[in-house]
């Protein structure tokens, strides 16, 4: 008795994990999140990125783990698959590189200001003593005659 029991439970949770093989095929997108958790139950996992709720299933089929995403957005699938890999824009180490350069043409735009500004006073401090007649003679000295 305990071996038939022991047998149908095995062959109950075989079952289980292949129907659930199957159920990601019946995923589509626009399918919304009560079909997905009708049909694969509660993820493991759940995350919310980019404005997207995204969904992380584990099972085992043939005793190899498998892992599945669904990403919803406004309450529909919009993907359902493997594990998706950051595009190359999102990469962290593309974001810092981007970073850093961008940090750069700042710091260079900063250093050119500063040196207009330098400039600038000086050019006003030259206009001012034009202005005033300061770096012009403002006398002629009276001479006499020598014999």
Known sequence: MKLLLFFSLS???I???TNMARQFERITPGTDKDAVLDRLGSPRNITRMNGEDRWYYLYYQDEIRQQKEVHFKDGVV???GDKKKPTPEIDPVAVDTKNAEVEKQLEDESQRKKEASKNAYT????Y???LKKEDEVQYLPEFESVE
């Open 11 to 13: 062959l109950f949770l």
């Open 128 to 130: 001012q003593k034009k």
């Open 123 to 126: 050019n006003y401090m030259k």
């Open 78 to 80: 919009i993907y359902v």
């Open 15 to 17: 079952s289980c994990q």
